[in-house]
């Protein structure tokens, strides 16, 4: 595979493997951006036009995720070319198939899936049932709020970037490119818990648009009885281009949909002064230049959509929503802050800076796992036992926030900012 230039490190995958089965028009991708520990995470997306290019950028997006997030865990990221409006029997059919045929590395462990763009948590178990895997029980029935734990992320993201450019999110104006499992709980959010004003949404059916603000309720309801038409039935507000809603005379765009939403060819016409990604990779590496030349902050998307991954993580062990934010503001709000500031202060865009610092954790934590110590080996049999089932809930429960305290803990050699408690 050639080698890719997502920001500023040139990388080529650890593992690509390439599914076919075209006695039922299955073609699949696995791409493995990075091991630890012999294992990789990331989820499962369907989509008609991914591939394996597309998803060794978001592969390594989590790798660079993992690493700023300092979880001891592999970059990967799979996908399926197909239609997502596809028949359940077909869409079931090729998932099984999919899972079938990818068994070898399932079953070992060396990839581990989760939902994603156009899949859900049951997309994965059917998949999972092709290759002969069960969940391990504390994931059954998790995992469907992944979404809500993004967008808190996305959101502390904003409120960091708000505080380094010395003002308020209430009042502002906000955007947001895809108003699907990240977009939509983050115009809730945003407009509920800061004040926000939506002004515009989209999905793949069309965008709307009201300089005078969108009703999210009512947004929200249309989405749960019309899906993505819920553009095509919302009264009050304009039809605009979804192109166009990237460029709207706002404060705060959200990319929370596609790859490389922004380029060359729109930098030069966002108007908002932040930018603040639900979606991986919204942003090419020469349109950060462009951006950062124009003192418009755009936000990492790695570091501002990590909620997902840590709030699942939480959900595992059985804290709830109020701990989770907390816990996402508390980790991640000072050391967004401190990359902004950083990054306005010196020459290059806060997105080069983090990328390279969190390559950086990445590999010493890849390091570390190679020389495995008594502490660690103890935490891994203790992780086995935990997935397999054989400790309660309700013992797991309250020992939860100590046992994250401990294992979750930032050390030194992490971004700067601040540096310790996760409570």
């Not at 929200?220 to 460029?247: F, P």
Request: glycine letters at 8%.
């Amino acid at each position: 595979m050639t080698t890719h230039q997502t920001l500023t490190i040139e990388y080529d995958p650890e593992f690509v493997c390439t599914v076919r089965d075209e006695s039922i028009g299955l073609t699949g991708y696995l791409v493995v951006d990075a091991s630890l520990a012999g294992h990789a995470c990331g989820g499962l997306r369907l989509s008609e036009g991914v591939s394996i290019e597309e998803l060794g950028s978001l592969a390594r997006s989590m790798t660079l995720k993992y690493g700023f997030s300092y979880m001891k865990q592999g970059g990967a990221k799979a996908g399926i070319v197909a239609d997502p409006d596809l028949p359940l029997e077909k869409r079931r059919r090729l998932l099984y198939r999919f899972g079938e045929l990818l068994g070898p590395v399932l079953r070992q462990g060396y990839y581990y899936s989760g939902p994603d763009m156009n899949t859900t948590e049951e997309d994965i178990e059917h998949m999972l049932q092709g290759a002969g895997v069960h969940l391990p029980h504390p994931r059954r029935g998790k995992g469907k709020k992944s979404g809500l734990y993004t967008a808190l992320a996305v959101m502390v993201a904003a409120e960091a970037a708000a505080s380094a450019m010395e003002t308020s999110l209430q009042g502002k104006t906000i955007a947001i490119e895809g108003f699907g499992a990240v977009g939509s709980p983050l115009a809730m959010l945003m407009a509920k818990k800061k004040g926000v004003k939506v002004l515009a949404v989209s999905t793949t059916k069309g965008a709307v648009y009201n300089p005078a603000g969108l009703d999210v309720e009512r947004l929200l309801k249309l989405r749960q009885s019309h899906g993505n038409s819920l553009v095509t039935v919302y009264e009050d507000a304009d039809r605009i281009d979804n192109e166009d809603l990237l460029t709207l005379d706002v404060d705060i765009i959200s990319p929370c949909a596609r790859q490389w939403a922004i380029t060359e060819a729109n930098a030069d016409r966002i108007k908002a002064s932040l930018v603040c990604p639900g979606a991986n990779n919204p942003v090419t590496p020469e349109a950060e230049r462009m951006l950062f030349r124009r003192k418009i902050v755009s936000v990492p998307h790695f570091t501002a959509n990590c909620g997902g991954v840590l709030g699942n993580k939480l959900e595992v062990v059985g804290v709830n929503e109020e701990y989770i934010e907390s816990f996402i503001r508390k980790r991640n709000f000072d050391r967004i802050r401190s990359l902004i500031v950083r990054a306005r202060d010196g020459s290059e865009p806060m997105t080069f800076i983090a990328e390279r610092e969190a390559k950086r954790v990445f590999d010493k934590m890849r390091e570390e796992a190679r020389h495995a110590t008594l502490p660690s080996l103890t935490h891994r049999v203790g992780l086995r036992v935990f997935n397999a089932g054989l400790i309660p809930d309700f013992m797991i429960r309250p020992l939860a926030p100590r046992y994250l305290e401990r294992t979750m803990r930032l050390p030194s050699h992490t971004f700067p900012g601040q540096v310790g408690s996760v409570v």
